[in-house]
């Protein structure tokens, strides 16, 4: 056990230099693609379109709250979904654990989305002047942000080996799964109805909004034990479907590679 978390802790070290390998500017490039995106709302949305606070809270601080959780997912998604490509070479290796690899990928992308998460923290403290006691809740959110990125790591992952088209496929859905996310716009503001219904179904509607409530003062994530089961209750399934697929497949990928 040691020594897999020993070669775990050097594959996610190897991995971050490697996506970023032979560029000046290293590793830095891995927090550039978020700032200059949250920049751009920034400017476009405080700025152009001026848009009012949010539920007392500024707009940008609030659209944070929300995106850099999603943007981990995204490249989670996206990073892990080409990770046995990537690898092909260990994967063909008799006595590799392939399993560790979308592992991997998942946790590097959360290693650079835990920097933002601390820069956000720090802002929304200075916002309102101190740190709420309910920020302790982003532990729980950020736990449950990773369980279902690294269960979709898992599925895509073992997906791609076979139907390569998944790779775009993914950055498809990505870019649906942004929009029907409350992370620009608000769940509340919504009138109730069908399709207020469908989007809180969305489990990744559950971490956006536990992240905002635990930064700027809503329920508790014990007080939606509704919300909280139905995410759970996705994220199992999701698992239990990326161990089925995976361990079936495992035996096939160094032939398809």
């Avoid at 400017?43 to 007392?56: C, L, Y």
């Avoid at 944070?64 to 892990?80: E, K, M, N, R, V």
């Avoid at 990770?83 to 992308?109: E, I, R, T, W």
Wanted: aromatic fraction near 16%; hydrophobic fraction near 55%.
């Amino acid at each position: 056990m040691r020594e897999k978390i020993r070669l775990f802790g050097h594959l996610v070290i190897h991995d971050l230099r490697l996506r970023y390998a032979g560029s000046i500017g290293g590793c830095l490039w891995a927090f550039a693609m978020p700032a200059m995106t949250l920049l751009i709302f920034r400017v476009v949305f405080a700025e152009g379109f001026r848009n009012p606070p949010v539920r007392q809270v500024p707009y940008f601080l609030w659209f944070a709250a929300a995106y850099i959780p999603w943007a981990f997912f995204s490249d989670a998604l996206t990073q892990g979904c080409g990770a046995l490509l990537q690898y092909s070479a260990l994967v063909k290796k008799m006595n590799f654990p392939v399993h560790l690899l979308p592992a991997v990928k998942a946790a590097g992308s959360f290693a650079v989305h835990l920097v933002f998460m601390l820069i956000l923290v720090f802002a929304a403290a200075g916002e309102e002047s101190a740190l709420r006691p309910d920020a302790i809740q982003l532990v729980y959110y950020e736990t449950a942000g990773f369980c279902l990125a690294l269960a979709c790591c898992y599925l895509l992952g073992a997906v791609t080996v076979f139907f390569r088209d998944n790779l775009s496929l993914t950055g498809l859905l990505l870019q649906a799964g942004f929009w029907t996310t409350p992370i620009v716009w608000d769940l509340e503001e919504l009138p109730l109805g069908p399709v207020r219904a469908v989007l809180e179904k969305n489990p990744f509607c559950y971490i956006t909004e536990g992240c905002r409530d635990s930064l700027f003062g809503g329920p508790a994530f014990w007080k939606r034990p509704d919300r909280g089961l139905w995410f759970w209750g996705i994220c199992a399934a999701v698992w239990m479907a990326a161990a089925a697929v995976f361990w079936r497949l495992r035996p096939y990928f160094a032939d398809e590679l």
